[in-house]
């Protein structure tokens, strides 16, 4: 299992909340909070990861811009 932790302070300022507020797609093997909010998606490996990013990319409106932090912030963890 693939697991890819956003730190709520770090550069996308993503916290798990923002997945509820914004009604974003949650990982294929789901999402668990973490101490400060910070959120742990969890997939079962990197080709995963990669597809839900593309998911997010093709978000629309509002979710669009905290969608494409997040697929930011996975590619950053995938390199």
Do not use: C, H, W
């Not at 299992?1 to 990982?27: D, T």
């Not at 932090?69 to 950053?76: D, F, Q």
Request: hydrophobic share 40%; net charge positive; glycine share 6%.
């Amino acid at each position: 299992m693939l697991r890819i932790s956003i730190p709520s302070n770090g550069p996308s300022k993503i916290n798990f909340s923002n997945f509820m507020n914004y009604l974003l797609p949650i990982p294929p093997k789901g999402l668990v909070s973490e101490v400060n909010d910070n959120a742990v998606l969890l997939f079962d490996n990197e080709e995963q990861a990669k597809t839900y990013a593309e998911e997010l990319k093709q978000l629309p409106g509002s979710q669009k811009k905290v969608g494409n932090e997040i697929v930011a912030a996975i590619m950053r963890l995938l390199r």
